[in-house]
Nanobody, 113 residues
Framework: QVQLVESGGGLVQPGGSLRLSCAASGSIFSAYMMGWYRQPPGKQRELVATITTGGNTNYADSVKGRFTISRDNAKNTLYLQMNSLKPEDTAVYYC???????WGQGTQVTVSS
């Protein structure tokens, strides 16, 4: 059973920063493309960023230049560094294997003054 546990969310003022972490179980982490997703209140889940097994990254236009996805395969951990946060970034953030169907608890990010 694969487990993904997100952490690092919280309340932050506009313009602030947060670093999210995703701890993944299993030895297969390094062999898969990973992604960060988010679900704003009242909206559907959307893809935020992806990172390939080789470290290549892609970002949604809404976060490009502000967010950075990275991975530490030795620690089985995925990260999302979020800078210059905006109120519209408020959402529950999830990590997952790219293309997977199951979801974990996620971590709440609230950007408000």
């Amino acid at each position: 059973q694969v487990q993904l546990v997100e952490s690092g969310g919280g309340l932050v003022q506009p313009g602030g920063s947060l670093r999210l972490s995703c701890a993944a179980s299993g030895s297969i982490f390094s062999a898969y493309m990973m992604g960060w997703y988010r679900q704003p209140p009242g909206k559907q889940r959307e893809l935020v960023a992806t990172i390939t097994t080789g470290g290549n990254t892609n970002y949604a236009d809404s976060v490009k230049g502000r967010f950075t996805i990275s991975r530490d395969n030795a620690k089985n951990t995925l990260y999302l560094q979020m800078n210059s946060l905006k109120p519209e970034d408020t959402a529950v953030y999830y990590c997952n294997f790219y293309g997977a169907s199951g979801w974990g608890q996620g971590t709440q990010v609230t950007v408000s003054s």
